[in-house]
């Protein structure tokens, strides 16, 4: 079974080839794992995975797993019963940082707020990575 603690502690249980790490706002609220342990379990394995295989092979991870955005902006691609999954990070340096979540029924694209909001914390992580990095 996926659980909070596992996803979190991703790249301290397997040897990744890239370290997966989640993006903490300041207050300590880590929106990623916040969302990941409200999706029902086939959802999260399948989410886990993903993220499994980001660490795993980084920047070679394509479609129909992962996509590039915009801006630095990738997105991790699951789906499971009709809804699209996705986990949006970036690279930074041999780090990639997960920074958000969404899903639709519908929407087969990431929305443009959504984006907007990534490519936020992704200057603020880059700015400050000790501050927005999710410790356990």
Known sequence: MTTFSNIAKLGETTSPRTTVVFFCEEKGETPL???FDKLPRKAQDKCFVRIERLAELGHELRRPE????RDGIYELRA??????YRMLYFFH???AVVLSHGFS???AKVPERE???AVNRKRRFEAAPERHTHRE
């Open 105 to 107: 029924k519908q929407q």
């Open 93 to 95: 340096g041999k780090t």
């Open 33 to 35: 794992l916040a969302w």
């Open 115 to 117: 984006i907007r909001t």
């Open 79 to 84: 789906k499971h019963a009709g809804v699209n």
């Open 66 to 69: 992962a996509d590039y955005l």
